[in-house]
């Protein structure tokens, strides 16, 4: 072989290799998009009173392949958002979450927004068993969903729950509506051996948006 065919060879495997390794980001950035946000129709945004296969539906359609056992998440759900006949939402109130201890998967993030002096800070904590778990930890949560975002990447579904402007507050009511157009909670849901369960809690009662 000669000088100029060794060069020429050279060249393509440098070139096939560089192919190949762009070839492969451009794949992994394929597998891993970023989260997309599912906003529910008026119809479907209360959890308590829409049809549920509705909402399983709208859900398979947003999301290609379809989310496994949506059935099972849409009813854990409802039960963290009803009353126990899962008929009526009962609006914005506190959940306690000893009560759900079956229905989380550790460990579990909690995350809460704090605003102090115009400044927004984040503080997360970790629970690795229900042992670590405080006996009154509880938050406020509604019939009604903002969102729903999935996470492909971390094969998480993420509800956000509106504050309701019934919630009331200590400053009387401006206050209460101010912080009912800007509290929300948010729960995250994992799976584990093929169920979904509850694997973080953000609630932010925050007054500015």
């Known amino acids: 072989m000669t000088q100029l065919a060794r060069s020429a ?19 992994r950035a394929v597998a891993a998009p970023a989260p997309q946000a599912l906003l ?18 709208a859900m398979s ?6 989310l496994n056992a949506l059935d099972q998440w849409t009813q854990l759900v409802r039960s963290f958002a009803c009353d126990l006949s899962g008929q009526r939402d009962l609006g914005w109130h506190r959940v306690p979450l000893r009560a759900y201890e079956s229905a989380i998967r550790y460990p579990l ?40 975002r999935y ?5 998480r579904i993420d509800a956000r729950f509106p504050a309701a402007g019934s919630r009331g507050g200590s400053n009387g009511a401006a206050s209460a509506a101010a912080a009912a157009q800007c509290a929300f909670t948010t ?23």
Do not use: M
């Open 9 to 27: 060879l050279c060249c393509a495997l440098a070139i096939a290799t560089l192919s190949a390794a762009g070839n492969a980001a451009a794949a």
């Open 40 to 57: 529910l129709p008026a119809e479907l945004s209360n959890v308590c009173e829409a049809d549920p296969q509705a909402l399983q539906l």
């Open 61 to 66: 359609r947003h999301w290609r392949p379809s």
């Open 109 to 148: 993030t909690w995350v809460e927004v704090e605003t102090t002096n115009g400044r927004t800070r984040r503080k997360t904590k970790t629970y690795y068993s229900a042992a670590q778990l405080p006996p009154k930890i509880d938050f406020w949560v509604g019939g009604r969903i903002d969102e729903i």
């Open 151 to 155: 996470d492909k990447r971390l094969r």
């Open 187 to 209: 729960l995250q849901f994992r799976q584990q051996n093929g169920l979904w369960l509850l694997s973080g809690v953000e609630p932010n009662h925050s007054p500015r948006c």
